[in-house]
């Protein structure tokens, strides 16, 4: 009997949300992404102690500053991590720019090109990488600029609307709008939790922004991301790309009944609208309390993780 998991490949790319490489060894997705909490995570496991000792070796060979130290070897764990990813998924890894660069376009820029030019020194080729960066305005702008000079970028931590759409006037190569911790948000305001996954405020979300970009003729990538559940992943099914955990990827190769849904494009295309300036961006994003709060939050929670990774290296 076909499995959920089965069907869903039949009409969205299945991406790997893990630096767990014998996961992805084991689910076989088309891409894999990972995130500073997933590889804080991967650091802890003793298959990685490896890489760990490696990145923090070179990055004290390259440097003696201590900050330098810590930043390059951070970098080069992601990388090293991210070779391996690559040496198994057909398509792209996604490898993010430090979190606590997220509202400075020329350090993003720059991070982007280090980070890629450690892919090279590990034989990775650029076509395989997308560069990670949170959908902040500094962020966007610098993905515009990294897409123009052909280094594809994955713009995450994305909530609003007024974040997708700049993102597809950036045109920027792919989108990671999040679903769970929407729905996060609106449980923790007074939302009593949906029994069905087309009411999820968070599978709205994406199902608007999917339809928005299709129906304007945007090129750009649609990756729901962040799911709390596997009826957030099968209610956006057609979805161009989904980014699942290992946990939930589980699940989903055990579910055989599992309700029909399928998103689908829109024919008819419109034109698109004109190209949101700055304060028009920052107002709109403003004006959703949960996105500016989930944006927020999400990027201090990446920063903490990266901080974390540091202190691993600080005990080698």
């Known amino acids: 009997m076909t499995s959920a998991l089965d069907r869903l490949k ?11 490489i014998e996961a992805i060894r084991k689910h076989q997705p088309e891409d894999a992404t990972t995130n500073p909490s997933l590889l804080l995570k991967a650091s802890e496991m003793p298959a990685y102690q490896a890489y760990l000792q490696k990145a923090w070796d070179y990055a004290k060979s390259a440097h003696t ?5 810590l930043e390059l070897a951070c970098d080069y764990f992601a990388v090293l991590i991210g070779k391996e990813i690559a040496d198994i998924v057909p398509g792209y890894i996604s490898t993010e720019v430090d979190a606590r660069l997220s509202f ?41 600029q990294l897409e123009k000079e052909g280094i594809k970028c994955n ?16 045109n920027v190569f792919l989108i990671s709008p999040f679903v769970g911790r929407i729905l996060d948000w609106h449980v923790a305001n007074g939302l009593e939790k949906p029994t069905d996954p087309l009411a999820d405020p968070g ?6 922004i999917y339809e928005f970009y299709k129906r304007h003729g945007y090129k750009t990538v649609v990756m729901g991301a962040s799911f709390r559940n596997t009826g957030e992943i099968i209610a956006l099914t057609g979805c161009d790309k989904l980014t699942i955990s290992p946990a939930l990827l589980e699940e989903l190769g ?31 994003h403003n004006e959703d309390a949960m996105a ?6 999400g990027i201090r929670a990446f920063a903490q993780a990266q901080e974390e990774l540091e202190t691993r290296f600080k005990a080698l």
């Open 10 to 20: 039949q009409h969205s790319s299945i991406v790997a949300d893990t630096g767990d």
């Open 65 to 69: 500053d201590m900050d330098k130290q």
């Open 104 to 144: 400075d376009t020329q350090a993003t820029i720059d991070k982007a090109k280090s980070l890629l030019s450690l892919y090279r020194k590990e034989g990775v080729s650029q076509d395989k990488i997308l560069i990670k960066i949170a959908s902040t305005w500094e962020g966007i702008k610098a993905a515009e």
């Open 155 to 170: 713009l995450t931590l994305l909530f609003s609307q007024a974040q997708a759409r700049a993102c597809a006037d950036a």
């Open 203 to 208: 599978v709205q979300s994406v199902r608007s």
């Open 254 to 284: 055990e579910l055989t009944d599992a309700p029909d849904y399928l998103l689908e494009s829109n024919d008819d295309l419109e034109a698109k609208p004109a190209p949101l300036s700055e304060a028009q961006f920052r107002w709109l």
């Open 292 to 297: 500016t709060e989930k944006l927020a939050e």
